[in-house]
């Protein structure tokens, strides 16, 4: 950029005209994306957050104020589900990134084949749509005639109750997700990490750098960007895990996987409480931005 | 140039970890593909059944002697196909509009957009119904792909590869006297096919196993997707179903992803793409 | 390259707006399977005709129905569809009442069905009918999205329906649904299992198969039983959200959820403890088999446990699933399955079963009176007496008296009838629902996994109940 500011310094009378020329394309890129958006996203989302503020009634809601946030915080659940939301969180998201992390050291530097067998392997599993994904790891996990447990059994360990157990639950989902999970971010991890010279690599191995070294301070630097994107990412997803939850666990046992977008279904569709679900959707919006904010400033996006 | 001899020290110790995990991670989808072929006798077992000793190739027929199998398997072709193409566009689009061009506002934008991200998708679930019903598209292929022709993490991720770029090397091409059109095509989105391909991944195993809005948004059987066919099918038809059938149905659904990946392997795997964009 | 991204773009350009002139992408063939788009093309000539028959009057008219899969083909045919019903019943009404054009049957399936339906009802547009669970009827009522239906009955209707099933649908004295079918619960065994431990002399096959509590235990007294290496429970409490296995137990031993009013939740009664005391007694003497949270369901009748509760299917459909679901090692003898009552309690004289009630109410589609009279004359056809027949297929009860006996002397239907008089029910109020989603199965579990005592949670669980009552 700083070639164009001493261009365009020079050049003053041209300012303004590449100023709005630079604008206009810039609007005009973003254009199709953010129509839709407008129209698919935003809109419907304002619609819906608004209700926050209202009691639903399909003939008409009734503006309340904050009387349902009010309502919420005094709600056991809602901080039970607060609590197993983070724990889920906290348990998923950074431990997942570095075990994508460490597997992409691992696979990078192979030659196509295995490279490309192992990526495989990593990522293929998580495609499977979530309904068998589910069915297949409540057989897995079942206390009686499940896989682990039997696996575990043959070295003398367990059984588990894995998913039965308001003291395992939580835990074996956030197994279930680190075990599946990460063939995304290792697939990502590995793509940007393609774009990073090799000659740097070859100067820091002539001044002496051994492997830890050049994935320290070359590779891990030059993925800020990407680890950025998936510690957002990451916590956008996790703090709204529903799927594996409602097809799984139903919330409980004794509400110990209920979390937050659980929660909303259940006061939304479930009970068509609708104002009530939105602002708990609120809330959720307003801790997710937050620690995206400091996500953002700790890896400090520049340029 | 080749990077493979930087660990050469430690290479088997690697591929013995690799394997290992790998093997941990295949479980479900091993035992997805054998559950798919055993006999139906066999496949509650204790303990499970770990190598099928029978095989039978019965789900699968079962599966396609189901009427509207075909029928929804183009329509998941179809949504996703056009899903993939428009999401590609628009969002590297709107990508390089985020990391190069950078118009006014283009921060305000892009957080409000992240923002909508951090909304559960319930939220949206009613209000986006009632939205199409009015516009009189439910039921319908543009009801199953307008609403998705453009995706926030696709965005988000080409964003993020395209901040990368060397900014000297789009100067070049200005004074040079490409416009942004030019300079978007022929120079950036070359450069850019590890994370298209990775988005065009992503978006294909996000809207193929869609299960919940695909669902929604029509009311007849045959606009339906494959997945949510697959889901009706098994408790509209419960004589037909049983595990066995399941997860052939699953077998089948994972199999265009499967090639997809391999597919297009060639545009991010290390040795074969040449991404010297900081050279 | 530029060119050839400009090509594509232009083609799919062209190709949506060419797709989304074409509007729906519906097919063309069976309008049967068609859209819901509703249009209703009011009538312009045939307001008034000398005819005096109800139907010339109503204008041109089509119909949206929601369905569940009951019962499969006409008449319960294993391998038909479980659309074909509804839709022939449509036919049939469409030339009965020609101003009828078009019955939309929408066949939604019980995992996503109810999501997809509610979300249509959130959003103002429902269907014209559905079938539903007469206990999610509060949920529809508190924002007048169901039309009370009682100035569309007939005369003699009302009454021709059994008081039990109309009362449930009963609020603030009127009436919001067509009631179709009572499905009663009886328990089964399976007598094979206990014609291998040579207690089949315990069970109560005689008379009008009733039994008490210390019977059960004493005939369960040697479980888990290990049969071919798999560990075969007596019977499985799921407090899984939606089921309510512990309830039935409990209702067996005198407990009730409300009392007369519904104003207090009184599960905590002395009964209700007894109850969840002997629950846990068998779970943590490993008799019974404890399902919560995830894990998979144990199948009665492939053979996986000794008595599970079911509806009251005819002696034919207990044969055609004990052949279904038997694993290959047993096909050639399938494992033989009785009902039974349930066993009471002490001091219980008569068991009890829970009667779930489905029926179809009218959605509030804001269309004028003579649309709604046309919906309701369909709810009323769906429901009458010569066309319940068809409930016996899925071991329901008719609700109407002149259905008359459908089962003619069925074994399994006079086990369920004999409890039917006796039925219970999950309580009608709007906090009905609430409470079962929340509260109920978390108080139990505390119980069953050793973290509270029975009165403790019960007594919780009540405090909490009542306070969803106040609302």
Redesign the interface.
Known sequence: ?N??KTLTAQRLPFLRKTSIR??????L??A???I??S???????L???LLSFME????GSKWIGLQNFINIFKDD?FLISLKNTTFYTIGVVPVGIILALF?SA???????R???F????????????????A?????????????LN?LLSLVHLGPYQ?????DT?LL?LILINL??G???SI??I????????????ESA?IDGSN?WH?FRYITVP?LK??I??LV??GI?SS??V?DSIYV??????????TT??YL???E?????E?GK??AI?TI??VI??IL?VIQFRIFKEE? | MRASGIYKSTKILIYTLLTLWAIVIMVPLYWMITSSIKPESTLLTIPPELFPEHITFKHYITMFSVDLVPRWLLNSCIVTGFIILLSIFFDSMAGYSYAVIKPAGHKIIFIIILGCMMVPDQIRLVPVFMLVKNLGLYNSYPALILPFAGSVFGMFLIRQYMRSINIEMIEAAKIEGCNELGIYAKIVMPICKPVIAVNAIFFFVGTWNSLLWPLIMTSSSEMRTYTVGLATFQTNNPTLYNYGVVMAGATISALPIIVLFLTLQKYFTKGITLGAVKE | MKKAKSAAAIFFAVSLILLMLNGCGASKSNQENGDNQVTVTTNSNSMDSGNASDETKLADDEINLCWFPLWNGLNGETNGKADEWPKAMGKEFMTKFSNVKKVNVELLDWETGIQKLDTAIAAGSPPDLSYIDLAFLPKYLKQNMVIPIDSYLKSGEKEDFYESTTDYATFDGKLYAYPILIAPRVFYANKTIFDELGVTNLLPLTGNRSWTIDQFKEVTKDFPYNRDGKKIYAAQISTVAGSFDELMWLWNFGATMYNDDETQFILNSEQGIAGTEFLNEMIQGGKFRLLSGGGKTSDFWAGDLAFSIDMAYTKDKVLQLAKDKAPEARKSKPDEFVALQFPRGSGIDEARTYSGIGGIPIFNVKKGGDHTKTVAEFASFLTSAERQNVVKYLGCFPTRRSTGDIYSGDENAAVATSMLGHGEDLGRGEATQKIFSSIVHPAFESVFMNKKAAKEALDELAAKADELLKK
């Open positions: 950029m070639v164009i630079k604008n206009l394309w810039g609007y890129f973003l199709p994306e953010v839709i958006f129209v698919f996203l935003i809109y419907p989302i619609r819906g957050l639903y009634n399909v003939e659940l597997f691992l696979i990078f530097p192979l030659s196509a295995p490279q490309t192992f990526k495989s392997a990593f990522y293929l599993p998580g495609v499977i749509s979530g309904v068998v994904v069915l297949t790891w409540s057989w897995i996990m079942d206390p009686e005639v499940g896989l039997y894995w998913l039965s157990h308001p639950a074996s075990f599946s990460q063939g995304g697939v990502i590995l793509a940007n990490m393609t774009s990073i010279p090799l000659s740097l690599y191995k492997e050049l030059l960007p990407t950025l994107y957002v990412m956008i703090y709204q529903f799984l666990t139903k919330g409980g046992p004794m509400n110990s996987t937050i977008a909303i279904y259940q939304g569709l479930g009970s068509f609708f679900a939105s959707a959720l919006l997710i931005f995206s340029k």
